[in-house]
């Protein structure tokens, strides 16, 4: 009994060496690479075609848009949460897909992926958008012009927008106020935002 024990023991010892598959041979580190590879390529497709239903305006998709860009904002890459919270906060800011306007959710999404968990500079021009026009949150034109100045250090689609609403800002704000507000785009970039 024990020889035929040792036996079908050696059997499937060889037949696992012979049919071994790709993950049993993967280290660990290599397999968590790969599922997050598919996990971030799988968002990153999602993310895609959640923007296009948004900007051809597809209402029979529009739910599916929302559910994607959710998705990805809470399981994406850095960049690509970022990005499904830049849209989101549009979608609510002005009732892309179906959503409803709900200005306090747009600036919501919008505060998270222009800050430490985002950095998206588009957030950071939306953010500073929604502080000059009291948008979901209190008229501040020192915040207003801090995340537009933010916004402009890295380029983006918004860039020009953003230069423009910085000059708008800085005629708006007194001496003092601009001082203010540059130190806190020093303190921001320095302490808060690496």
């Known amino acids: 009994m024990l020889k035929q024990f040792k036996s079908t023991v050696s059997l499937v010892v060889l037949l696992a060496a012979v049919t071994v598959p790709a993950w049993a041979t993967t280290p660990v580190s290599g397999v968590a690479a790969q599922k997050e590879q598919s996990v971030s390529g799988k968002a990153q497709g999602q993310l895609s075609e959640a923007i296009q239903i948004l900007q051809s305006g597809q209402g029979a998709n529009s ?27 549009r979608a609510y800011r002005d009732g892309l897909a179906g959503t409803g306007k709900d200005i306090g959710m747009a600036f919501d999404y919008f505060e998270q992926a222009a800050g430490r968990e985002g950095l998206n500079s588009e957030a950071q021009y939306e953010l500073g958008r929604a502080y000059l026009n009291g948008e979901g949150t209190d ?40 001082g203010k507000a540059r130190e806190l785009v020093n303190q921001l970039e320095t302490l808060y935002l690496k």
Do not use: C, F
């Open 63 to 89: 739910a599916k848009a929302i559910k994607y860009l959710q998705r990805v904002a809470s399981q994406g890459d850095q960049k690509a949460r970022a990005e499904a919270m830049l849209w989101l906060g």
């Open 139 to 178: 008229r501040n034109l020192i915040a207003a012009y801090m995340w537009t100045e933010l916004s402009l250090h890295t380029p983006s689609k918004t860039s020009a927008s953003a230069e423009a609403q910085k000059a708008r800002l800085a005629n708006m704000l007194n001496e003092v106020q601009l």
